[in-house]
């Protein structure tokens, strides 16, 4: 996969993201938002004074492990998306009416959008530059912050079933994390 199909199927990915959150529930967002726009910014600040072409991948058997992982990655994130319907929305947002989804990739993790894209993101890294693996830990540490603020909604809006889904089920990573 050459970085131009990376960029046209993440295109692809947005266009059907942007297009399935049409049909989303209304709902409101939290006051405690990280801008992740300034997140995304200060590691491109970071790969550009770090020469980014001197981590650049050589590697056949990377290159085909990182798009296999990028292609899962947004596998997994779209299962999920489809799976939450119109309960989806932005990270840290409150859903009028909200319902706990467990099934599907919810089964095996509570985060599966997040476990999604974070490993589409090493998997862009692992094929074409492994500098890319500093957006995936800025990325990982707003995931986590996001995750525990919704985490704290839905304990609030499901006091019974939503800590005993925490307890049998990991945030990201299955059997893991």
Not at 22 to 27: F, N
Not at 94 to 119: A, C, D
């Amino acid at each position: 996969m050459t970085l131009k199909t990376f960029v046209v199927v993440r295109g692809a990915f947005g266009v059907y993201w942007f297009v399935a959150a049409l049909g989303a529930k209304e709902g409101s967002r939290s006051t405690r938002t990280w801008p992740p726009g300034l997140l995304i910014l200060a590691a491109v600040v970071v790969i550009r004074i770090l020469k980014p072409g001197s981590l650049a991948v050589h590697s056949a058997a990377l290159q085909v492990i990182g798009a296999t992982s990028f292609l899962s990655g947004l596998g997994l994130a779209v299962w999920a998306r489809v799976y939450l319907g119109r309960n989806w929305g932005m990270p840290m947002t409150q859903k009028e009416e909200p319902e706990l989804v467990t099934s599907g990739p919810y089964r095996f993790v509570r985060h599966p959008i997040y476990s999604g894209l974070l490993l589409a993101i090493v998997g862009t890294a692992v094929a074409i530059n492994l500098y890319l693996l500093i957006a995936a830990g800025v990325t990982g540490i707003y995931f986590i912050y996001s995750a525990r603020v919704e985490e704290a909604r839905l304990t609030t809006s499901f006091p019974a079933a939503y800590p005993r889904y925490r307890a049998k089920t990991k945030m990201l990573i299955p059997f893991v994390l």
